[in-house]
């Protein structure tokens, strides 16, 4: 199986070598640190070596349930937010046909829920579910965040008016902390199937444990790949390889010798739309990780061509605070060629014959050279093609370029504690009970 390949010779130019050096000699530490579990939030590094000690027992508890699952629901409900979804999204929206939703499958759709509080989303869905077989996940660490609790609620509600209470039980899924929370306090008291968020695995890097492979196989996909992929990766990232043979370390570190040139920005883009999930798990991964003590990266996303014809515009001739990092998918898994036309009124002939994907790659280049003469350093993320296997190794790569790259930066990568912020404000103006005094005052802003 391939390699993923990174290449930053377009991006090198636009930075110090020495900077480069620093950062080197920096990261040889940082990795230390994460191999001793001596960093910052170091109580939250079970993703580091997850995909080499994940058991064969537990890879086979998740493709029965599946199996069982698959079996019983034409629709799978997918309840969570954050990390407790994005993963699992990402990796089923890409590899999946983008039409699936209108085609004949044995495969249950995939749909999700509690990643927002709009009552016509849940309106929505509950009519929708009135007329489907169905089963659900619900996900949540802690077990108490608002959006999947609310979604959880209702979905609860309608299942078990529709099967009854016992039949409702067998439908549901519940992963979530070991021991502690209300979801597991209900999944107890209901005898639902659970899982486990290992406590020392955060949201965003839990992925590669039931949060993430359950719902990935019962979309029908195979999770030994994504996990081999996952692996393989890992096994190129042992601490003790430089960073010019861990990926992972040398884009952590190139962005960060941008990022100290003044490129705060960071986009990532994609030449295929069903990596647009991917970008929303990236994301997340980069902004919650980084984004603290006024510092970090600020993580954005585009989806060539189609972004090409908006934000195209800005990334050519906006402010330059942007670099970009391409994945760049080298097959495509079809075949579909430009035909010949008589006529030729749209000037087409001259590409007929040539496969779409050629047109595409022509493209990508095309736009990265452009970019970079417009100054917009390039780092790129190569990959054979976009399965299983490619998205493991993605996932553990950028997971691991988090953590190096929060630990540059001198922040906990692993914590989120801006995302109080809101939940605060949320709950006072709500009022929560426990929310008594931030209700007083924040009645008074409004
Ligand atoms: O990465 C994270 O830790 C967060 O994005 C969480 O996954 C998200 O807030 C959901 O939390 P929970 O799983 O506790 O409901």
Same mark, same amino acid.
């Given at each position: ?23 080197? /000699? ?32 537990? =890879? ?25 979804? $994005? ?7 890409? =590899? ?18 509690? +990643? ?9 869905? $509950? ?55 209300? =979801?597991?306090? =209900? ?128 990334? +050519? ?36 014959? /040539? ?9 990508? $280049? ?52 801006? *995302? ?25 802003? *409004?």
């Amino acid at each position: 199986m391939d390699k993923l390949k990174i290449s930053i010779t377009q991006a090198e130019s636009f930075i110090d070598k020495n900077e480069i050096e620093t950062l080197q /000699k920096e990261i040889y530490f940082q990795n230390i640190a994460l191999e001793q579990k001596q960093g910052k939030g170091s109580e939250f590094l079970g993703w580091h070596h997850l995909p080499s000690t994940i058991s064969k027992e537990l =890879l086979e508890d998740i493709k029965n349930t599946a199996e069982t699952i698959r079996k019983k629901a034409k629709l799978f409900v997918v309840i969570g937010i954050g990390g407790s979804y $994005l993963g699992a999204r990402a990796v089923i929206e890409a =590899l999946s046909n983008p039409f699936h939703a209108y085609q004949e499958s044995e495969n249950p759709k995939i749909i999700y829920a509690g +990643q927002n509080l709009s009552e016509d989303y849940l309106h929505n869905l $509950l009519a929708l579910l009135d007329n489907q077989d169905y089963a659900l996940t619900v996900i949540s660490k802690s077990g108490t965040t608002t959006e999947p609790a609310v979604a959880f609620r209702l979905l609860k509600q309608h299942l078990e008016n529709k099967y009854g209470e016992a039949e409702a039980a067998e439908r549901i899924i519940a992963i979530t902390d070991e021991s502690k929370g209300a =979801l597991r306090t =209900l999944a107890n008291q209901k005898g639902y199937k659970t899982y486990v968020v290992p406590d020392d695995v955060g949201g965003r890097f839990s992925v590669l444990t039931p949060v993430g492979l359950l719902p990935i196989a019962i979309a029908g996909f195979d999770i030994d790949a994504l996990v081999d992929g996952a692996r393989k990766m890992e096994s190129l990232c042992t601490s003790s390889s430089s960073p010019d043979v861990n990926p992972a370390a040398k884009y952590a570190i190139i962005r960060n010798a941008l990022l100290r040139k003044g490129f705060d920005i960071e986009i990532l883009i994609n030449f295929s739309p069903t990596l647009m999930y991917f970008t929303e798990w990236w994301k997340q991964l980069y902004g919650e990780s980084e984004g603290k003590e006024h510092k970090g990266i600020f993580p954005a996303g585009a989806n060539f061509t189609t972004d090409l014809h908006s934000m195209g515009q800005y990334i +050519q001739e906006g402010r330059r605070v942007i670099f970009e990092t391409l994945i760049s998918v080298k097959s495509a898994n079809y075949k579909v060629q430009i035909p010949d036309d008589n006529q030729d009124l749209d000037g087409l002939n001259y590409l007929k014959g /040539k496969n779409i994907e050629y047109v595409n790659q022509m493209a990508e $280049l095309g736009t990265t050279l452009a970019h970079i003469d417009g100054g917009v350093p390039n780092i790129k993320i190569e990959i054979e093609r976009i399965d299983e296997f490619n998205l493991g190794q993605m996932i553990y790569f950028f997971e691991l370029a988090c953590a190096y790259s929060g630990y540059l930066l001198k922040v906990n990568p692993f914590d989120q504690p801006g *995302v109080e912020a809101y939940k605060k404000n949320m709950f006072a103006l709500l009022g929560k009970p426990g929310f008594e005094k931030e209700t007083e005052a924040i009645r008074k802003r *409004v």
